[in-house]
């Protein structure tokens, strides 16, 4: 079956650091690979995404760089901010398995 | 305009009851789906659906039973409801089978008594 891994489970920071949350899958086939945050009490919502013919991409302060050939994918926030605190999942698979979660903490 | 609804939001109620969740999309998306997240936050599947047609049944009991009279409508029905089936049950769409941006409802918080 498909299996997503997401390290580190919590991650704290102090404002304006950066931040770096990491995924590997299992499913060789995968091609589609979403970042969502969840703040408390909220829905997941997308963040950033990208496809397995692209290496990176950038949105402002978040990017996502993939490794299919080593099957991991990473969110990077860069000069965090506490509205950053929150719930990130990442996803992979036919089955759109997401990984178990890694809650943000920026502390100002 | 919300594009996902679940209702109700919040739903308290007995051992042993029956209740439903309803979910609504109105961004012409084909592909449905049911999330559960547990305590600790993890999110996972448990049913999809695309045109209607059921094409992920993850490990659920057989107590929970998902319809969907239209591609726009997704409801679970839980039977014999038990302590462990409390939770936040969110309901999703995509425009294509999981490969695509999954936009969540606002989620039903159970509570089972």
């Known amino acids: 079956g498909e299996n997503v891994e997401q390290h580190p489970s919590t991650l704290s920071v102090q404002e304006g650091d950066s931040a770096v949350i990491k995924c590997t899958y299992s499913?060789?086939?995968?091609?589609?690979f979403p970042w969502y945050k969840q703040e408390l009490g909220k829905r997941p919502q997308l963040i950033i995404d990208?496809?397995?013919?692209?290496g990176e991409k950038k949105d402002q302060r978040i990017a996502v760089t993939l490794n299919k050939t080593a099957k991991h994918f990473s969110l990077h926030i860069t000069e965090t901010q506490p509205e950053d605190s929150a719930v990130y999942f990442c996803?992979?698979?036919?089955?759109?398995?997401f990984g178990d979660g890694t809650t943000l903490t920026v502390k100002p | 305009d919300t594009a996902v609804s679940q209702t109700p939001k919040y739903l308290v109620t007995q051992m042993g009851n029956d209740k439903s969740i309803k979910c609504e999309q109105n961004l012409g998306h084909d592909t449905m789906y049911w999330y559960k997240q547990d305590s600790k936050k993890f999110l996972k599947i448990m049913f999809s659906y695309n045109n209607k047609e059921l094409i992920i049944n993850e490990t659920v009991p057989n107590r929970f039973s998902p319809k969907s009279p239209d591609k726009a409508h997704l409801n679970l029905h839980i039977n014999s409801l038990e302590l462990g089936d409390s939770a936040v049950y969110f309901c999703?769409?995509?425009?294509?089978?999981?490969?695509?941006?999954?936009?969540f409802g606002p989620g039903t918080r159970l509570l089972v008594l």
């Open positions: 499913d060789s086939a995968s091609n589609y």
């Open positions: 999703a769409s995509s425009q294509v089978q999981t490969v695509e941006t999954q936009y």
């Open positions: 990208i496809r397995s013919n692209v």
């Open positions: 996803a992979a698979g036919s089955k759109s398995t």
